[in-house]
């Protein structure tokens, strides 16, 4: 079973309007975490965000926000206020207490003007 | 500047002929990993390492060595290179591994093709 899924291969938005990036993931750790991460076409990976298994609060950065549902397993980026700059490859992923990190195939959002 | 760094770049080379991809980090990092990128697929951990001499197989080891014998370098060794291993590679680096606010800091990529 894979790890980390991530259902939509490519997501358009306006500029300026909120988009969620869905991500769900499969574990039976107690202990987890959730990160998101931006390849622009450059092709640098970028961190944007973590959330942790036992954090309450969702995480925020900036106009990052992971929307952390436990019981469904789904840890969604929202990105507010989108900007051209926005459009890149984005990878969700966790790690495990045994070390190992797994990231899913990934989103390619596109931001209109 | 706290930084990855990933040698070759690029490397284009035949099948069988024996390469290494060097990685070099400067931040007194724990923990290192070699990841794999190809279309479609997204990022595949190959190795990691908790600390020196200590390795450990990610999902697709494969054709592929690696050994950490000093903290700040992880070479990632094909020691019979194939077609299938033409791809995009990251070295990536984490203050410790496991779970915890520990984001990965990556090299730049090494595009290899082996023809």
């Known amino acids: 079973a894979q790890k980390i899924t991530q259902t939509q291969p490519g997501m358009f938005v306006q500029e300026k309007e909120a988009v969620t990036l869905d991500c769900t993931y499969d574990t039976s750790d107690q202990s987890y975490g959730l990160f998101w991460y931006k390849q622009p076409s450059s092709g640098e990976m970028i961190f944007l965000i973590y959330?942790?298994?036992?954090?309450?609060q969702n995480a925020t950065e900036g106009r990052y926000s992971l929307n952390f549902q436990k019981a469904r397993k789904s840890a969604n980026l929202v990105i507010s206020a989108s900007q051209l700059g926005d459009s890149a490859m984005y990878f969700c992923a966790m790690s495990e207490t045994g070390n190992q990190f797994y990231f899913g195939t990934g989103t390619s959002l596109t931001v209109i003007p | 500047e706290a930084q990855v760094t990933q040698n070759p770049r690029y490397l284009i080379t035949v099948t069988g002929k024996k390469l290494t991809v060097t990685c070099s980090q400067n931040m007194n990092h724990e923990y290192m990993s070699w990841y794999r990128q190809d279309p479609g697929l997204g990022l595949r951990q190959i190795y990691y390492?908790?600390?020196?001499?200590?390795?450990d197989k990610g999902d697709v080891p494969e054709g592929y060595k690696v050994s950490r014998k000093e903290k700040r370098n992880f070479p990632l060794i094909l020691e019979s290179p194939s077609p299938n291993q033409t791809s995009l590679y990251f070295c990536?680096?984490?203050?410790?591994?496991?779970?915890?606010?520990?984001?990965?800091?990556f090299g730049d990529g090494t595009r290899l093709s082996i023809l």
């Open positions: 390492s908790m600390n020196v001499e200590v390795t």
């Open positions: 990536a680096s984490s203050p410790l591994g496991g779970v915890g606010n520990q984001p990965q800091h």
């Open positions: 959330q942790g298994s036992y954090d309450e």
